[in-house]
């Protein structure tokens, strides 16, 4: 009995490390998809009106938001993926607190770099479906109804690469304090 409780003991371990590699693993690859999926939808969003004889265009290059969303998308997609490929190089070997810590400050910036264009481009995106009275902007997401859908598609999926690094981040603290058995 007690050479069972033994054996069982010592599979948890790396039991738990299969499934918290496996989880990270998961999670890098949503983030990379989610990123790369936010900048293909915001790089090809444009949309062309006529209102009475005038020609109105309305495309992302206009918006520096919106360049900042796909540029840092792009940039966080690239990361995650060379972080992907650490993590299957190095994180099946070992646990050593210290590659964690790594990936703690790598999920860290990376959330931080995702964040600040997903803010950006929720306010301008707010703008442009609500207007400002105040200042005298009008709304324009009432004629580019397209160009408006893809801008919140793509945002939204900026979001979900936030939320899921956020997980990262937060997993990868715990697990770089935890210490080597």
Known sequence: MADIETKFSQNQPLK????????QILLRIVVIAASFASTWLMLTNKQTIDIGGFVLDANYSYSPEFKFLS????VVGAFSFLSLLFLVLVGRRSSN????FI???HDLALMSLVLGGCAAATVIGSLGKYGNSHTGWMQICDHFGKFCKRATTSVTFSYLSLVCLLILTITSASKSRQIQV
């Open 97 to 100: 607190p210290t590659y964690y």
């Open 103 to 105: 990936l703690f400050l």
């Open 16 to 23: 738990t490390q299969k499934k918290f590699v496996g989880a």
């Open 71 to 74: 540029y840092a998308n792009i």
